[in-house]
């Protein structure tokens, strides 16, 4: 469809370009990881949401901190997917690739469809970089790249011109390519300015001649796109039509943050947040760290066991006492974890998993820490795990793990990943009046000869939650396996047995207090999907593509993972054929094969990367005959 609009630049004058109205657009800037790309694809992002767009966004860093520019391990990626409709992933393939010099081109460029834009810096392709990047000829030459929309623009030339008179050197003056790049797009997708002019103001206010050239530059960039024969058309993406409700764009660590927020302020227990930095945690710190206001306390700590047991120490004093990390380090707070569990503290593991083993992929997905989650601990030393779907959905799993861990007095596994951490998505901001309480109680003074009985238990099998220096309430606490009531430490072999079934039963209670499991499709039927955690969005969108086409296909996708759902087992055996997807090597699919006996099949993918929608449709078609 082909209409005329006003540009979203309020500067700018009527359009003389046609625009061509679509239902959504994947864009991906992609450059070295110097280049900005990061800052530009989240400008996109929130300017997007603002204007009422779903998004989701899948943010690509390099895992080294300083790779070689201009080199292939060096190349920083970031994708959007902004659409009027509801959409659960980033886009399996881009629509308008941004390409700043070649080796963003080459590692990135497969994944551009055919006939989609291909903005390229053309500054940049000299020989140098081209060989760096290992092209024996320019692409921009060579007619290699003719199935696409290219468009050479001279970035570095113009950007350099514009920022001209601002007294920046010429490494600063490249620094606003990014801009200029954010501009061109904007135009192209008629995207206001004013969002990243408000942003600019704010970031670069102490420094004039830096914001004034970002100004200049993202100004530039958009005027461009307005007034170059090259590009011919301007793309209308529509508001979507989302419930009606306050919303604003979030990551995953942004969400889980604000989430472990609220639910200290629910159960009126300080929040402690003890850690030691890691990719892709460490922004749950960075985040928690500037809301001191709420009485947040965050403790950097010098290594992992030293950050699991200041937060063990926290829930002992009667604080909220989390930790987090990725995979390396829930390694080595095993220890710890055995210490909560056996003293029955209530405790939050926050585990963003990413790529392993050892340092193995540190920018980028894996979920490959299931197992690790369910048993990677000596002894028998049960705890739950849930796991958050998407970035929006971290908010409530803080809250509702919180909840667990203080009605049962146990420590719960929050598992996320790189992908949720990291991405972002419309989140619709709750009434704080909408938010359940989550109840704690700690025993009063013990007067008038009343004996206080450490692991005296309730419905739940909790102990009570005692709070040191309290009247009366003189308890021994440790790693020592305890005498049941008292508390003391014991070596009878009949009371560990008891204890251990004591601590599982506990954890299995947990399945008594979770809703049955929801399937999305027919209630029985010839195949069943069964996710859990990031592959929320593409089995989503799957199976949602499969029912419409009508096919007998469902979609449950799982939060709880230990215990799981009650109703688990008998809603499996209502399908012919079971499909679970994972980042693994099929963990879940291990655990339901043994514990359900189900003939599930797996489809598994461990490249650092999410499903597409397409691995999954093409699964989903086979396994349907």
């Given at each position: 469809m082909v209409t005329s609009t006003t540009s979203g630049d309020p500067a700018s004058v009527e359009p003389r370009k046609p625009t061509v109205s679509l239902e959504s657009a994947t864009v991906r800037f992609c450059g070295d990881s110097g280049d900005g790309m990061q800052l530009a694809g989240t400008q996109l992002t929130n300017t997007s949401a603002l204007i009422g767009n779903d998004v989701a966004t899948f943010p690509d860093y390099p895992a080294e901190i300083r790779a070689p520019r201009g080199t292939k391990a060096g190349v920083s990626g970031f994708q959007i997917h902004f659409a009027s409709t509801d959409i659960y992933t980033p886009g399996d393939q881009v629509d308008a690739l941004v390409a700043m010099n070649p080796a963003a081109l080459i590692t990135n460029l497969a994944d551009l469809v055919p006939g989609g834009i291909l903005v390229v810096n053309r500054d940049s392709f000299d020989a140098k970089e081209l060989k760096k990047a290992g092209y024996e000829a320019n692409p921009l030459e060579d007619d290699s790249l003719s199935e696409y929309n290219l468009f050479t623009v001279d970035m570095t030339r113009l950007t350099r011109l514009a920022v001209e008179g601002q007294g920046l050197s010429q490494k600063e003056a490249d620094r606003c390519r990014n801009f200029f790049a954010m501009g061109l797009v904007f135009w192209l997708y008629d995207r206001p300015l004013e969002p990243t002019l408000r942003y600019i103001d704010e970031k670069f206010g102490k420094r004039p001649a830096v914001a004034e050239a970002n100004r200049l530059a993202l100004t530039t960039g958009y005027n461009y796109g307005e007034t170059t024969e090259a590009l011919p058309s301007q793309y209308i993406v529509p508001q979507a039509k989302l419930t009606p409700g306050r919303y604003r764009n979030v990551t995953g660590n942004q969400a889980l943050a604000w989430g472990l927020i609220a639910a200290s302020k629910l159960s009126d227990c300080q929040l402690f947040f003890g850690t030691y930095p890691i990719t892709p945690a460490s922004d749950i710190l960075h985040e928690l760290s500037k809301h001191k206001n709420f009485g947040v306390k965050t403790f950097q700590a010098e290594d992992e066991i030293a950050a699991v047991t200041s937060a063990i120490g926290a829930a002992?004093?009667?604080?909220?006492?989390?930790?987090?990390?990725?995979?390396?380090?829930?390694?080595?707070?095993?220890?710890?974890?055995?210490?909560?569990?056996?003293?029955?503290?209530?405790?939050?593991?926050?585990?963003?998993?990413?790529?392993?083993?050892?340092?193995?992929?540190?920018?980028?997905?894996?979920?490959?820490?299931?197992?690790?989650?369910?048993?990677?601990?000596?002894?028998?030393?049960?705890?739950?795990?849930?796991?958050?779907?998407?970035?929006?959905?971290?908010?409530?799993?803080?809250?509702?793990?919180?909840?667990?861990?203080?009605?049962?007095?146990?420590?719960?596994?929050?598992?996320?990943?790189?992908?949720?951490?990291?991405?972002?998505?419309?989140?619709?901001?709750?009434?704080?009046?909408?938010?359940?309480?989550?109840?704690?109680?700690?025993?009063?003074?013990?007067?008038?000869?009343?004996?206080?009985?450490?692991?005296?238990r309730d419905e739940n099998l909790a102990r009570p939650w005692a709070i040191p220096g309290t009247e009366g309430l003189m308890h021994r606490i440790g790693g020592l396996e305890k005498q049941d009531i008292t508390g003391n430490v014991s070596y009878d072999p009949e009371n560990h047995q008891h204890m251990v079934h004591l601590r599982q039963q506990k954890v299995d209670n947990v399945a008594k207090d979770i809703p049955p499991q929801e399937v999305y499709g027919p209630e029985s039927g010839k195949l069943l999907v069964v996710s859990w955690g990031g592959t929320y969005g593409a089995c989503t969108t799957a199976v949602r593509r499969a029912v419409a086409s009508g096919a007998s296909v469902a979609h449950a996708h799982l939060r709880y993972l230990n215990p799981l759902p009650a109703n688990l087992g008998e809603l499996l055996s209502r399908y012919e054929k079971v499909l679970v997807p994972e980042l693994n090597m099929g963990q879940l699919n291990m655990l339901l094969r043994a514990k359900y006996l189900v003939d599930t099949h797996g489809l598994n993918k461990v490249k650092g990367r999410p499903f597409t929608v397409t691995e999954l449709s093409r699964k989903i078609n086979e396994l349907l005959g």
């Open positions: 002992f004093v009667g604080s909220m006492g989390v930790t987090a990390s990725s995979g390396p380090g829930i390694a080595l707070k095993g220890e710890a974890m055995g210490l909560a569990v056996m003293t029955e503290l209530p405790l939050l593991i926050i585990n963003v998993q990413r790529g392993g083993p050892s340092t193995g992929l540190p920018t980028k997905t894996e979920q490959a820490d299931l197992l690790q989650a369910l048993f990677g601990r000596n002894g028998e030393c049960p705890l739950p795990v849930i796991a958050a779907r998407g970035p929006a959905d971290c908010f409530d799993v803080a809250c509702e793990a919180w909840r667990i861990a203080t009605k049962y007095m146990v420590p719960v596994m929050l598992m996320t990943d790189g992908y949720i951490a990291n991405g972002s998505e419309p989140w619709q901001i709750p009434r704080a009046t909408s938010l359940a309480q989550i109840p704690v109680e700690h025993p009063g003074a013990a007067t008038n000869g009343d004996d206080f009985m450490p692991y005296r």
